[in-house]
T-cell receptor, first 110, second 113 residues
Framework: GQNIDQPTEMTATEGAIVQINCTYQ??????LFWYQQHAGEAPTFLSY????GLEEKGRFSSFLSRSKGYSYLLLKELQMKDSASYLC???????????FGTGTRLKVLA | DGGITQSPKYLFRKEGQNVTLSCEQN?????MYWYRQDPGQGLRLIYY???????QKGDIAEGYSVSREKKESFPLTVTSAQKNPTAFYLC????????????FGPGTRLTVL
């Protein structure tokens, strides 16, 4: 079967660092994506990993371990505007199909 | 500007009526997708199309239909057979490259009364 797991909700303080984990079991793997989605809006792309290791992009970093079926999104210097849902998605190999997790709702407190 | 448009933003229909949601893209992307999102949930794939005149069922295709007569357009019809159609519907597109992400339209919130 195909399954992606993320925590449902997390809370952190402004200026802090938060790590959102994602584990996956999919038939084939051709990349892992992280998206940010504010309530009532469309998801926006944050990061892409296809090889093991850390990808850094400003305040956001994403890590992948293919052997463990594990990824995390690291958000540094949290700001109030980072309050949103964060979606983990895996692209299945050989198709154009993306499989999404249920998302992690992050609340940033002042 | 290049992008994906969905209209309308909000749509209300009576139970038993079919309704068609539009999705247009001018990004020259080959692949297009329809997702459904329920409150507090992730995205569930309804249909996707890799090329004109071809489409595949996703995980929750029952009660929905699509067409792909033009590269730019991928309309979704929510039929009366869909048991619980009230949801937020997102259209997306992506180019052929594996490295590329999907680009999402603004979404249509459908409410069936």
């Amino acid at each position: 079967g195909q399954n992606i797991d993320q925590p449902t909700e997390m809370t952190a303080t402004e200026g802090a660092i938060v790590q959102i984990n994602c584990t996956y079991q999919t038939s084939g793997f051709n990349g892992l994506f992280w998206y940010q989605q504010h309530a009532g809006e469309a998801p926006t792309f944050l990061s892409y990993n296809v090889l093991d290791g850390l990808e850094e992009k400003g305040r956001f970093s994403s890590f992948l371990s293919r052997s463990k079926g594990y990824s995390y999104l690291l958000l540094k210097e949290l700001q109030m505007k980072d309050s949103a849902s964060y979606l983990c998605a895996v692209k299945a190999s050989g198709t154009y199909k993306y499989i999404f997790g249920t998302g992690t709702r992050l609340k940033v407190l002042a | 500007d290049g992008g994906i448009t969905q209209s309308p933003k909000y749509l209300f229909r009576k139970e038993g009526q079919n309704v068609t949601l539009s999705c247009e893209q001018n990004l020259n992307h080959d692949a297009m997708y329809w997702y459904r999102q329920d409150p507090g949930q992730g995205l569930r794939l309804i249909y996707y199309s890799q090329i004109v005149n071809d489409f595949q069922k996703g995980d929750i295709a029952e009660g929905y239909s699509v067409s792909r007569e033009k590269k730019e357009s991928f309309p979704l019809t929510v039929t009366s057979a869909q048991k619980n159609p009230t949801a937020f519907y997102l259209c997306a597109s992506s180019p052929q490259s594996d490295r590329d992400t999907q680009y999402f339209g603004p979404g249509t919130r459908l409410t069936v009364l």
